[in-house]
């Protein structure tokens, strides 16, 4: 039986993925900072008393190691806690952009050097750390939010090239437009919540739709797993045509 740790259990993408691995057979720790809510995804999953519902704030490096010693050997961990940004760089105090590469990446970082040691030790494991497209493609009104993304993949991909040889993959989980709240629990510059519910998302692919694309990438050890509607299809054009992606992101 595989244990897989989901941070950002609560809700989104991490809540469908938590559902979709107990559907499997998988042992899920479901963490978040909300407990109520992370008994309610408990309850949704396939045997219940099979998952372990670990609080934790990613903020708080001190948490981090102590879940990580409690939770023990985990087989695949996704880093889905996040925090998306709604305003303009110029109107955004920087202690937001701290804020969110607080969450976004040293939260995701500190989580994986937990649990990396073990995996090491094992020759096993495998890391499924949750990016973007925004990760590959900057967009106005984000620009914490894609920083914090593009170091993701900076630091995944080289820790890729270290641990390979030791048994342990790393599948970076882009999505594009999927309708969870992220958009209502954005930040704007000064810290408060966007509180809406953006056009984009709210015709976008659902989170259930979403969890079986991505494990069955994680399943074939992709580097990447792209999932959403033509959005994702910034990629590419940001790889390959990146003076027309450059033209197609700019504020009317």
């Not at 080289?158 to 390979?164: D, I, K, S, T």
């Not at 309708?179 to 966007?194: F, W």
């Amino acid at each position: 039986m595989k244990t897989v740790w989901i941070t950002g259990a609560s809700s989104g993408i991490g809540e469908a993925l938590a559902v979709a691995w107990s559907r499997e057979g998988a042992r899920v720790i479901l963490s978040a900072r909300n407990e109520a809510e992370l008994e309610r995804v408990r309850a949704l999953c396939d045997e219940p008393s099979r998952h372990v519902v670990r609080p934790l704030n990613v903020t708080d490096m001190d948490a981090i190691r102590d879940a990580a010693r409690e939770v023990g050997e985990v087989d695949i961990l996704v880093p889905s806690a996040g925090v998306s940004q709604r305003s303009l760089a110029a109107e955004t105090d920087l202690a937001i952009d701290r804020a969110i590469m607080e969450v976004n990446y040293f939260g995701t970082i500190a989580l994986t050097k937990a649990v990396l040691p073990s995996m090491l030790a094992r020759g096993a494991g495998q890391l499924v750390p949750i990016s973007s497209v925004i990760g590959h493609v900057g967009i106005p009104l984000r620009s914490a939010y894609a920083a914090s993304k593009h170091a993701l993949h900076g630091f995944f991909n080289a820790l890729r090239a270290e641990v390979h040889k030791h048994g342990v993959g790393v599948t970076i989980v882009c999505p594009g437009y999927i309708r969870t709240k992220v958009s209502e629990n954005a930040l704007r510059g000064d810290g408060t919540p966007h509180g809406q519910l953006d056009e984009t998302h709210a015709r976008a692919m659902l989170p259930e739709q979403a969890a079986p694309v991505i494990i069955r990438g994680v399943n074939a050890g992709k580097r990447e797993v792209h999932v959403g509607g033509r959005e994702i299809l910034a990629i590419p054009v940001q790889r390959h045509f990146p003076g027309l992606a450059a033209r197609l992101t700019r504020m009317k």
